[in-house]
């Protein structure tokens, strides 16, 4: 008897294992086609989202070419500006200077050795005057590169990002149809 219980037990358990493979098999052609969908679902989750960083890089890189070109602009301001405050002080320098000049080269030693020690003070003031407008040119200078730079660096940007964002789109477009298929059942 006990033979013949454990004998039914085995037979019990390899029928129910084949019972078990059997729906197995059944139920992971079912999964097959939920795991394939949920795979695409996910691809096209995915293109969606490098989508959106390739978006917001572009985004980025036009922002950068908007304040390269407001440097621009400001830098050519700046550059006019002290320009003509270098064209201001060379002149203000002639005008202060041609007295003095006048005096030294007079007869009247005292009052050329007093108009040299004016024309000094007035010469000082220059050099710092000129000096001064002269920094603020460089400034200008130095921002019009650092403009140029960022043009040139939002450009590139620009065209890189323009041919990935085309080859993404295709290729979130092809995902999407993919998943329409496998829930369309083709």
């Not at 052609?29 to 691809?43: H, M, Q, V």
């Not at 960083?53 to 602009?73: F, W």
């Not at 020690?117 to 040119?137: C, F, H, M, P, S």
Request: net charge positive; charged share 40%; hydrophobic share 35%.
């Amino acid at each position: 008897m006990k033979n013949n219980l454990l004998s039914l037990s085995k037979l019990f358990l390899v029928f129910s294992l084949i019972f078990s493979i059997n729906l197995g098999f059944a139920q992971e052609t079912l999964t097959r086609e939920e795991l394939s969908i949920k795979k695409a679902e996910e691809s096209l989750e995915l293109k969606r989202q490098k989508l959106v960083l390739l978006k917001q890089q572009i985004e980025s890189a036009d922002s950068l070419y908007v304040a390269g070109e407001e440097l621009a602009d400001e830098s050519k301001i700046n550059r006019k500006q002290a320009k003509e405050e270098i064209k201001a002080v060379e002149k203000q320098y002639k005008s202060e200077s041609k007295p003095y000049n006048k005096t030294i080269n007079g007869k009247d030693r005292t009052a050329a050795s007093e108009a040299r020690i004016e024309l000094r003070e007035v010469t000082t003031q220059y050099k710092i005057d000129l000096k001064t407008a002269q920094n603020k040119q460089k400034e200008a200078d130095k921002g019009l590169r650092t403009s140029d730079k960022m043009l040139e660096k939002a450009d590139r940007k620009l065209d890189m990002l323009g041919s990935k964002l085309k080859t993404a789109e295709k290729a979130y477009e092809a995902a999407e149809e993919k998943l329409e298929n496998l829930i369309d059942g083709e």
